[in-house]
C-alpha cells in the first residue's frame, strides 16, 4: 500500500474550504498545510481539520519535503504566479480554473509541468459530472445522429461580491464543455457584453463559437441575473441531450423528433450514477500524483480553454467582430 500524498491547500476562501472538506474524505491523501495570507480565513479553515498546519507563506509550505502536490485555489489573477512557484519546486499542481487570464500565461504554466513532468490539472469540475461523463458516451455512441450544435446558458446572481469578468468567471465551464462535446477547439470567436461597473467588467456576455467544419457552440453568460440558470444543450440531427444542472431530479434529458409519439416532444430522462463531481476530479489528481502520470492531467485541454476566452476578450473590444482563435 502506498504511502497518503501529503497535500497543501493554497487559499482558503470558501472554496478552498470546501476542496478542504474533500480531501480529508480521501484516505490517499494527506492534508498537510493550509496556506492563505489572511490569518483569519487560514484559521478558520484550519479548525475543521485537527493537525493540519497553517502558514501564511507558500515558500514555509513548499519547504516542507512531504507536499508532494499544492491545490491552488486563489483569485484568478495569482494563478499564474502562485501555479509557477508550485511547479517550480517541482510539486504537482491542481489549480481552479481559468488556468491563467492570459494565454502568454497559460502557456507558461503548461510548459512548466511538461518541462518537470508534473500533473497540471485544472478545475474544470464540469468534466467530472456523471451527467457530462453520461453525455459524452451517448455522443460517441451517436445516440443523438450527427452532432451539430452546442448552446449553454449559465445566469448567476453574485450578491455580496465584489465585481468581476462574466466571461472569465463564467464562461470556463461551457467553452470547456463544447471542446469536450466536439474534441475539438474553435477557430473563431464571436462575443458582444454589456458592462456596467465602475471596473468596466463584463455582466453579461453572448458568445458564439465557430469549429473548422462549420459546426457552432453558442454561449451565454450573466452576472446579476434575475434567476440563476445553469443549463446546456447537446443538438444532433435525431435528438438532442439537455443538462439542467439545477435540477433537484433527473438533470439529464433526451428532447427531440424521436422522443415523441404525437404532438410535442416528451423529454426522456437519461438515468445517471450519484456522484460528487469534485471527489471523483480530486481523486483522479490524487492518482495520477501516486502514479507519477503527468499524462493524467488536462493542462492542454485548460490551455485551449484560455485561448478560446483571450479571443472572445479581443473580440468583445472590437465590439463583437470575429476573433482567430490563437
Known amino acids: 500500500m502506498t504511502d497518503p500524498v501529503g497535500v497543501a491547500l493554497v487559499g482558503a476562501g ?48 513548499l519547504a516542507d519535503p512531504e507536499v508532494g ?12 504566479s502562485v501555479g509557477l512557484r508550485v511547479l517550480a519546486a517541482n510539486r504537482h499542481l491542481l489549480v481552479e480554473k481559468p488556468l491563467a487570464l492570459s494565454v502568454a500565461d497559460a502557456t507558461a504554466l503548461h510548459d512548466a509541468a511538461r518541462a518537470r513532468r508534473r500533473v497540471l490539472t485544472v478545475g474544470h469540475l464540469l468534466l467530472h459530472h456523471p451527467a457530462v461523463t453520461r453525455a459524452r458516451d451517448l455522443v460517441a455512441a ?11 446558458v449559465r445566469a448567476v446572481n453574485p450578491a455580496g461580491r465584489k465585481p468581476q469578468s462574466a466571461w472569465w468567471t463564467l464562461a470556463p465551464h461551457d467553452v470547456s464543455l463544447a471542446i469536450h462535446f466536439f474534441d475539438a477547439v474553435p477557430v473563431m470567436v464571436s462575443a458582444v457584453a454589456g458592462r456596467r461597473d465602475p471596473g468596466d467588467h463584463d455582466y453579461v456576455v453572448y458568445a458564439t463559437l465557430r469549429f473548422t467544419d462549420g459546426r457552432l457552440a453558442h454561449v451565454h453568460v450573466a452576472r446579476g441575473a434575475a ?36 404532438g410535442a416532444p416528451t423529454p426522456e430522462i437519461v438515468p445517471i450514477d450519484i456522484v460528487e463531481p469534485l471527489s471523483v476530479q480530486c481523486r483522479h489528481f490524487i492518482s495520477c500524483v ?36 490563437a
Open 14 to 61: 470558501p472554496w478552498g474550504a470546501t476542496l478542504a472538506r474533500t480531501l480529508s474524505r480521501i484516505s490517499e491523501t494527506r492534508l498537510r498545510w493550509i496556506c492563505d495570507i489572511d490569518l483569519e480565513r487560514r484559521m478558520r479553515v484550519a479548525a475543521a481539520h485537527p493537525g493540519t498546519a497553517v502558514a501564511g507563506s507558500l515558500d514555509e509550505v
Open 290 to 325: 501516486s502514479r507519477e502520470d503527468p499524462s493524467g492531467g488536462n493542462g492542454g485541454h485548460a490551455l485551449a480553454v484560455v485561448r478560446v476566452l483571450e479571443a472572445g476578450a479581443r473580440s468583445m473590444e472590437a465590439g463583437g467582430a470575429p476573433v482567430e482563435v
Open 69 to 80: 502536490a499544492a491545490i491552488v485555489a486563489v483569485d484568478s489573477p495569482n494563478h499564474h
Open 227 to 262: 434567476a440563476a440558470e445553469r443549463r446546456f444543450s447537446v443538438i444532433g440531427s435525431r435528438r438532442s441531450l439537455v443538462f439542467d444542472e439545477l435540477a433537484s431530479h433527473h438533470p439529464l434529458r433526451f428532447t427531440g423528433v424521436e422522443t415523441a409519439a404525437a
Open 142 to 152: 451517436g445516440a443523438l445522429g450527427d452532432l451539430l450544435g452546442f448552446e449553454s
